[in-house]
């Protein structure tokens, strides 16, 4: 067997593989943008929590029977007299409680609670807390819901948005959906509309779940009714939605829609398009994005360049993957292992795995370490170029350093093994795929039983030694 070439052992001895592909990372960048703007709503809806938190009791409800909680709740108070505690551990008894219990019990157990200790006066939080609880009751009935907002309404804490918020999110916890869209319309009849926040949660669940028309229709309806426009997020969010369902015409529509409503696209906006259209291998329009971007002053980032360089790869236009690379250098972002691995994938279909092998040199080189997802992109190209001694040399680089083998890099390897007559070498590479837990033992004896049938009816017909 040949000598491993520097660049494989400089890739075992930097110890810094990762074990999921960066590629996809990337790509799913814009999820984690939504997320923080759902955080801000979280961030939103607990305002009125921010209280200074006293420990949680150690007693623990362990049954719903209203006459038990109350008895631990008075030997508690008992137990405290003269130190009182406060609202916060109130609450926390009433939320351990609330989880167990029915929702009449839980106000009955609150009302316990202010006759029982006088000292404790319950604010919005602890009425949230029921509110919660009412909104995820399984009867699917809006009858506590009400109950809870009526209460909460008599004892001067009428419901706001944050109010609005908590009811929403419960709902759509429990997958009732459709009643927090008639709970949102409920309330904003009585002047309390949700935020932008709860707004925009709303329109993504409905992203999630049901078909565009009835995502429109509600953003008309709120729109016409209440008043509450689309911001950038909510057009982000549909722009998202439609570039899944590939239907990247509507993107398009919809940015112009945005800008139509006073809004400028922003990097992520064209960033989540261009993923749209490398799902359909159309690199042509990915540059078109890209050029758009500029047209309106918008400064494409790391995440823009990446996603190209992997369209384009993928549709076989490598040279002008290569040209963005250097565009890329050139406005200041150092590529990184999804950019280096795209361009090997790339490389890989257009049969210049050596190539491929060389720019794995250049990536370390460059202090950049590749990950699982470039070393099998590289064994699955060497080992379909018919390379079987680079493709071996890397297999065994990557066992050495406790890489992963994915599916496809394995069942290639395993059957250019048994086609060069290499069988008990392909066993090893079983066992090592087991051993790693790369593949469950089930889907690895079958690629190899299947490739070994293969080989004994080829050998029959004379096409294999």
């Known amino acids: 067997m040949g000598k491993i070439p520097p660049a494989l052992r400089t890739a075992i001895s930097s110890n810094t593989l990762r074990k999921t592909p960066a590629r996809t990372q990337a790509l799913k960048s814009p999820h984690q943008f939504l997320n923080k703007n759902e955080n801000r709503s979280k961030k939103s809806a607990a ?14 409800f362990k049954s719903p029977e209203l006459s038990e909680a109350i008895k631990i709740f008075n030997s508690l108070v008992t137990a405290t007299m003269q130190t009182p505690r406060d609202r916060t551990f109130h609450n926390s008894l009433l939320q351990s409680y609330a989880s167990i219990s029915t929702v009449d019990d839980s106000i009955s157990l ?18 949230h807390i029921l509110l919660a609880q009412s909104c995820q009751a399984p009867d699917n009935s ?45 309330l904003s009849l009585n002047s309390f509309p949700p935020d932008i926040f709860t707004y925009n949660f709303l329109v993504k669940c409905l992203c999630k779940c049901r078909s565009l028309t009835t995502v429109y229709n509600f953003v008309d309806q709120v729109r016409a009714s209440f008043g509450i426009k689309p911001n950038l997020v ?28 006073g809004f400028k696209p922003d990097c992520f906006v064209y960033n989540t398009i261009m993923k749209g259209y490398c799902n359909l291998s159309r690199g042509g329009e990915v ?33 002008e993957a290569k040209k963005f690379l ?26 210049d795995a050596l190539g491929a092998l060389a720019l794995l040199e250049e990536m370390e080189g460059k202090g950049c370490s590749p990950n699982s997802c470039t070393y099998n992109t ?49 066993y090893e590479v079983f066992d090592y795929a087991v051993e790693s837990k790369s ?3 089930v889907a690895a004896y079958t690629t190899l039983e299947s490739t070994l049938k293969w080989l004994k009816k080829a050998k029959e017909q004379g096409h294999a030694v």
């Open 47 to 60: 305002a009125n929590k921010s209280e200074k938190k006293t420990p949680a009791p150690a007693a623990i």
């Open 110 to 127: 609150l009302n316990h609670m202010i006759k029982a200790n006088p000292s404790f006066n319950p604010d919005r939080s602890t009425y």
């Open 142 to 186: 809006f009858s506590s819901i009400r109950k809870t907002l009526s209460l909460m309404t008599t004892n001067g804490y009428p419901p706001n948005q944050g109010t609005t918020d908590i009811a929403v999110r419960s709902l759509c916890s429990v997958n009732r959906l459709d009643d927090a869209i008639e709970l949102v319309k409920g």
């Open 234 to 261: 909510t057009y982000t969010i549909l722009i998202d939605n439609v570039c899944n369902t590939k239907n990247l015409r509507e993107a398009m529509r919809l940015v112009s829609a945005l800008s139509d409503s």
């Open 287 to 319: 540059i078109g994005v890209y050029n758009k971007m500029k047209e309106e002053g918008v400064e494409p980032d790391l995440v823009t360049y990446n996603t190209m360089i992997f369209g384009l790869s993928k549709c076989g236009r490598v040279g």
């Open 326 to 351: 250097k565009i890329m250098v050139e406005a200041g972002f150092l590529p990184d292992a999804v950019t280096y691995t795209s361009l090997m994938n790339g490389m890989c279909r257009e049969g």
């Open 378 to 426: 590289l064994l699955y190209g060497l080992c379909k170029s018919r390379l079987m001694e680079k493709g071996i040399e890397l297999y065994r680089a990557m066992k050495e350093g406790g890489v992963k083998l994915e599916t496809a890099a394995y069942a290639t390897l395993v059957r250019a093994l048994c086609r060069h007559g290499k069988v008990a070498e392909a």
């Open 439 to 441: 593949l469950t033992d």
